[in-house]
């Protein structure tokens, strides 16, 4: 039989080989995805996330993490559409348009897929209108929009903007973040959150997903 | 061009006690009057836009608020009696893109800075700095394509437009260190600083000594390794990287910024380059370094020991915002002047070591990254440097003593760091004494790695390969 | 409350080389384990609302902004290691008049001190200092009145609240100086500052130290001629007043804000005193003060002199907006602790009289402002004010010994100032040499010219008048 | 007759007295009014405002100007009024709500005054309500709005929005001024004009004036 709390703490070390290996091994015994997902996946990356909050695991660690936790989810994943079971929740997340810097961004997509959404990253530089086709697309509820630059602070009411004319503004909510974005610039444009980190990206996430 | 080249076998600072803020071996004269490293430390000051898009609807917005910034600055310097100042204009990816923009710009500036000298005397000088957006693509490409073609541009039109100074935070081998950075990947990290990034340096400084040769009095400044050991810094900052990393990230990254110098740079290097002691020791050319002052920009573990060294000293960056005494780019201006006055006095009543050695010592030992900058471990690294031929070779050298000259500080006790750091330091350490000795070695084997992810003819790469 | 009235006829430091920054003959513990004046200096951060109204609605708003701020400060202080900080919360005029609200925040910001001691050792103290609101009134009343009510009101609630230290920047002889000083009349001046100044001060300080009385471990901390001398010192970096008449005020002022401790003060004094270094030579008191790092609040032409002698060190006050790096409290929290590190081992290595001495000549003669700033100067005007008895003959004397400070630099070639300021200097000189040697006889003459503008009753001046 | 020179003089040395009085000889003599305004005393107090951009003066001098020049106005206003020429422009002047802040505030009025403005000072800490009844009982054409306070700025847009709701908004163009304020802030609250110093509020007072 798999030795489920192996699971745990492939995902834990970020040895994604056994995380995959006792993923793939379990399901053959057809142990049930969601449990595999709610008794081993997320109580791991939980626990990652508290030790990088604590300090005592890096990004480096926590991406390994992370990648361990996305790479057993690509074989769960079918078998949950499969019996018409949702992930936690879909997000977008893109750096707006004309900024490059997506460090910050890169580091928010990673630990959102650790913590069991599905994320589609746009990348950086990315106009309104991409924002728009990719929720029309993949039925996204969360939109996470990032900028470094005071100069491309703007483009994020502007993306906010585009998703009222578009129509989709409803169906999503919208997160923004960035180093010079502040909790007011995020209330003026009318967004829905605002978090100055990424575990704090994650934890508002969830809250506004569970809201739904 | 290729005549241009020069090489660095030997150190022109050997000795710590000449190692030290206001005076460098081949002080730079520029601008109207000024010379730097010539005795005296100046101010440089950085200033940008506040949140507003910068487009042709908003320009003249933009240059209300670029006259509004000089005015300011200028305002703070002749009423605190600078005896001299360096205005530093980084342009914003859409001034590049326009190059026309960035131009306009540079010639407001530099007109500014005209009439202040006549008027008030102020020596004065103007560094302008466009930003590398060859990294659009996926992979970027570096050598050829629009970006490439507008950044040239925007350095031939900024110089004729009154640059003093030319400068760059140039990123070959960016795409492929962010990466391995935030996956810890440590011959990843070595690849793209020790190969990739020297080879784009080489590349791009050819080109921009070419065009400071077209416009005489223009100097070719020096690159930083910004968007390397900076972005290291930051999330070390944010405690999302071990600082031991950072630390060790940064002294690699002296290697690729001394390219600048190897083709043509002569200094004032860029300010956030906190490489820069390294490179004054190699080269003797002035270095221009931020800290304390520099708030504005960002935090830092450093901001005393930064300016030990210095001979321009930088606010880095700082937004036109009000602040209750006035405009946040004057506010930080008057910062810089007074700590330029202290060292300025100190060195001429024969306090300069002292001074330095307090600089050095209040930080030195609170932080991995700080205390890669005193000195004596700057002249360690820059020595490593020198001893070794290869771009690669350096690079390994650099990170290793830079490792020891950390060891050094938790073996005496001077440094106290937190065991998951030492961890750390155990670990980089194991891995560069696993990396091969020779170059080709360890491309082949880190390329598959990040196959797709750069473009190695951007780094003449594609024949040899 | 009499018992407690001291009086200083001779100084507490009168050798030069014991004038210096970290050390006070009479240090003062407060707070969280923090002793100031006992070797080592402190940053005090000071930070305030942005544009925000403050009211019933904004309530949590305003809650949150100081939580957020207090945050901030105390994450940089943890992480840069600050060996111990004193935070200023000064009300702003709202907050005073509903006591209530001052009394909130200052509850709010104890805690959070306490929980950064009990969590990182971090040793630290919170001032309190309410906003004078009594100049309401048309005349001001001082002594009686709403205002008056509210503001002892609030004194009490902050100190229950949690306060460690408590402050003022009073305002009595305001509504007299004000005029005067636009009008350039130095007899309104001396009347404003040497006669209706000290008696409101005595008052209103027997008021403070019974408070702290009734609340043991609150210390009262001192005053400021914010009203006065900064009025001044804003004026002429306006260029609006003469830089020498603000110079004079500023001694004079001395003596008015030396009341606070002949009726019990204990120190540290307020940031803003620029004539805190008078003080601290007089009273051997712990003082705090502000320059270069309070550039968010004010220019200066003394950024350096200024803390020459400090036990705290400011940056006055900032305002709770976003800069690159993070939030400007934050920013400026660093700035201050670095300046400190450098004090602080300068002084740990034997240096501190020589960095004392450099912080003095960088500013010096650059200002006449900056003058009086030299230990040596400090302890001219600090002599002259104890060898005289009433607070009249004392601001006479300050302000003389100022002019002949001035006329030494001048003479000496030492300091270059325009034609403009040296006439003012004749005129100032005249005025003063032809003022009455009597109290009473300078009130005769100048009370018709204000009548009407100030309150006699508030000076206990009704009955003698 | 009148030395008419001598009125120039005495208001650029702040000598009140001789002011007064040599204007009182002119009127006497029924010199034009008009005429003493615009080439003697105008041409005083425009020379003083040169020397004090120019560093030569002072406050003090400067104000010891316009309260010469104020006494020969008062003797002056009474003839123009019944003449039915009015003065270069009537101004309301006061710190807002909040703010006892009132040195700046006082420099700009009284250098408004020695421009030749008719000024009327509501003093500090003025209520909007204040500003509204001053400006229906005088018919004031300008009005000045100071601030040195943070928390006391938006009370410039709540006094402004007073005006609206009071229907005199459209009677009187708005400046405003004080350390904390921005040409931006100026902007946002709808302000017709902003300058950071009191000779500039004076310049950009004429220019209004001059417009309407
Ligand atoms: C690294 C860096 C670069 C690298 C970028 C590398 C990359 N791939 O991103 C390089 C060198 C390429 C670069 C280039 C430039 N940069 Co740059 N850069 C930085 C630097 C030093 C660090 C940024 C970073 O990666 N931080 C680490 C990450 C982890 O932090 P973060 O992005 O803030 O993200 C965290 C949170 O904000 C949050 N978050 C982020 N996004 C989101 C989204 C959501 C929804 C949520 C909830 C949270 C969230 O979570 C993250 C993790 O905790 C900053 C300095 C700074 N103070 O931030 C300057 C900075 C942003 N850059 C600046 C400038 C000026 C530039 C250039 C214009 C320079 C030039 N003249 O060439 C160019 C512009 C490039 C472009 N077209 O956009 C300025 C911006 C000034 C301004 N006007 O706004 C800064 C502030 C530096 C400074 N102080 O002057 N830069
Ligand atoms: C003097 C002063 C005082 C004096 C006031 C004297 C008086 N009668 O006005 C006293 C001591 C009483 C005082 C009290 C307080 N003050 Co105070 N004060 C100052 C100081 C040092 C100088 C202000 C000044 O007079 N400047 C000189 C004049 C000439 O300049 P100005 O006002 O800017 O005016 C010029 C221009 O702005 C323009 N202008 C002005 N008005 C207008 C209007 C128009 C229409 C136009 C076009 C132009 C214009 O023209 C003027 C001439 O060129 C400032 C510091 C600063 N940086 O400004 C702090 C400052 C304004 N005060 C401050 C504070 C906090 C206070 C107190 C709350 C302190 C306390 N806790 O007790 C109280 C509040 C009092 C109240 N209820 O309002 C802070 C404000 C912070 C904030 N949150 O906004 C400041 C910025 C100091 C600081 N750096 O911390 N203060
Ligand atoms: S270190 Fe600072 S100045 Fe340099 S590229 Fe990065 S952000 Fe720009
Ligand atoms: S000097 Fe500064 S802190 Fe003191 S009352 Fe004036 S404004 Fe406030
Ligand atoms: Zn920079
Ligand atoms: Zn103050
Ligand atoms: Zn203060």
């Known amino acids: 039989m798999?030795?489920?709390?192996?699971?745990?703490?492939?995902?834990?070390?970020?040895?994604?080989?056994?995380?995959?290996?006792?993923?793939?091994?379990?399901?053959?015994?057809?142990?049930?995805?969601?449990?595999?997902?709610?008794?081993?996946?997320?109580?791991?990356?939980?626990?990652?996330?508290?030790?990088?909050?604590?300090?005592?695991y890096f990004v480096p660690e926590l991406l390994l993490a992370a990648r361990a936790m996305k790479g057993s989810l690509e074989l769960i994943r079918p078998l949950l559409a499969a019996s018409g079971r949702q992930p936690t929740g879909r997000v977008v997340i893109g750096t707006v348009k004309g900024d490059l810097h997506d460090i910050g961004k890169n580091i928010v997509a990673s630990m959102l897929e650790g913590g069991g959404f599905d994320v589609i990253d746009l990348g950086a530089d990315v106009a309104p209108e991409r924002f728009v086709e990719a929720i029309q697309r993949s039925n996204a509820n969360l939109v996470c929009l990032s900028a470094l630059l005071t100069v491309t602070m703007p483009s994020m009411r502007t993306t906010i903007e585009a998703l009222k004319q578009a129509g989709v503004r409803e169906r999503v909510k919208v997160l923004v973040g960035g180093a010079p974005v502040t909790r007011q610039f995020a209330q003026q444009i009318g967004a829905d959150g605002y978090s100055e980190s990424a575990p704090g990206a994650v934890t508002l996430a969830r809250q506004i997903i569970a809201a739904l | 061009m290729e005549q241009r080249m020069r090489s660095y076998g030997a150190l022109a600072i050997s000795n710590p006690s000449d190692l030290v803020f206001g005076r460098a071996p081949s002080p730079v004269s520029c601008g109207f009057d000024l010379t730097i490293g010539a005795g005296q430390v100046y101010p440089e000051v950085n200033f940008t836009l506040p949140a507003i898009t910068v487009s042709a609807e908003n320009w003249s917005e933009i240059v209300t608020q670029y006259t509004e910034m000089v005015t300011g600055i200028i305002r703070r310097a002749v009423a605190l009696r600078a005896p001299g100042i360096v205005l530093e204009f980084e342009l914003l990816p859409a001034m590049t893109e326009c190059p026309e923009w960035g131009a306009e710009v540079t010639a407001l500036l530099h007109r500014a800075l005209r009439e202040a000298h006549e008027k008030h005397g102020l020596r004065c000088a103007l560094r302008v700095t466009p930003t590398d957006i060859r990294e659009h693509g996926k992979p970027p490409l570096l050598r050829y394509g629009q970006g490439c073609e507008q950044l040239l541009r925007s350095f031939d039109l900024c110089a004729q437009a009154g640059a003093d100074i030319l400068s760059i935070e140039s990123i070959g081998g960016k795409e492929v260190h962010d990466q391995a950075l935030l996956y810890g990947d440590v011959p990843g990290i070595v690849f793209a600083l020790g190969i990739l990034a020297p080879r784009d340096m080489a590349w791009l400084w050819d080109?921009?000594?070419?065009?400071?040769?077209?416009?005489?009095?223009?100097?070719?400044?020096?690159?930083?390794?910004?968007?390397?050991?900076?972005?290291?810094?930051?999330?070390?900052?944010?405690?999302?990287?071990?600082?031991?990393?950072?630390?060790?990230?940064?002294?690699?990254?002296?290697?690729?910024?001394?390219?600048?110098?190897?083709?043509?740079?002569?200094?004032?290097?860029?300010?956030?380059?906190?490489?820069?002691?390294?490179?004054?020791?190699?080269?003797?050319?002035?270095?221009?370094?931020?800290?304390?002052?520099?708030?504005?920009?960002?935090?830092?573990?450093?901001?005393?020991?930064?300016?030990?060294?210095?001979?321009?000293?930088?606010?880095?960056?700082?937004?036109?915002?009000?602040?209750?005494?006035g405009s946040a780019p004057e506010a930080y201006t008057e910062s810089l002047i007074y700590d330029c006055r202290l060292m300025n006095v100190a060195a001429q009543q024969g306090g300069a070591l002292m001074l330095r050695d307090w600089l050095t010592a209040s930080d030195q030992w609170l932080s991995p990254q700080a205390a890669l900058l005193s000195p004596e471990a700057t002249l360690e690294i820059a020595a490593v440097i020198v001893e070794r031929k290869s771009h690669y070779e350096r690079t390994l050298g650099a990170a290793q003593a830079a490792l020891s000259i950390l060891r050094g500080g938790l073996s005496g006790g001077a440094m106290l760091i937190p065991a998951k750091e030492r961890q750390w330091m155990d670990r980089i350490e194991q891995e560069l004494s696993g990396l091969p000795g020779d170059e080709k070695t360890l491309r082949r084997q880190v390329q598959e790695r990040y196959a797709g992810i750069f473009d190695p003819a951007s780094y003449g790469l594609c024949e040899s390969a």
Request: proline share 5%.
């Open chain 1, 2 to 56: 798999a030795e489920l709390q192996k699971l745990h703490d492939a995902i834990m070390s970020g040895d994604t080989k056994t995380a995959v290996a006792v993923t793939r091994e379990a399901l053959a015994e057809n142990v049930d995805p969601m449990e595999l997902i709610r008794q081993y996946m997320i109580p791991a990356m939980d626990e990652v996330g508290r030790l990088f909050q604590c300090e005592e």
């Open chain 2, 207 to 325: 080109q921009i000594t070419g065009i400071c040769a077209r416009h005489p009095g223009v100097v070719p400044g020096g690159d930083t390794a910004c968007a390397f050991a900076n972005t290291a810094m930051q999330l070390a900052h944010q405690r999302m990287l071990p600082e031991v990393l950072a630390a060790v990230v940064r002294a690699m990254c002296a290697v690729r910024s001394l390219v600048a110098f190897e083709h043509g740079a002569m200094g004032p290097s860029k300010d956030c380059a906190y490489e820069g002691p390294i490179l004054k020791a190699i080269t003797g050319c002035p270095i221009s370094m931020e800290g304390r002052s520099a708030t504005c920009a960002h935090f830092s573990p450093m901001g005393n020991v930064a300016s030990a060294m210095c001979d321009l000293w930088s606010n880095e960056s700082v937004q036109n915002i009000r602040l209750l005494s």
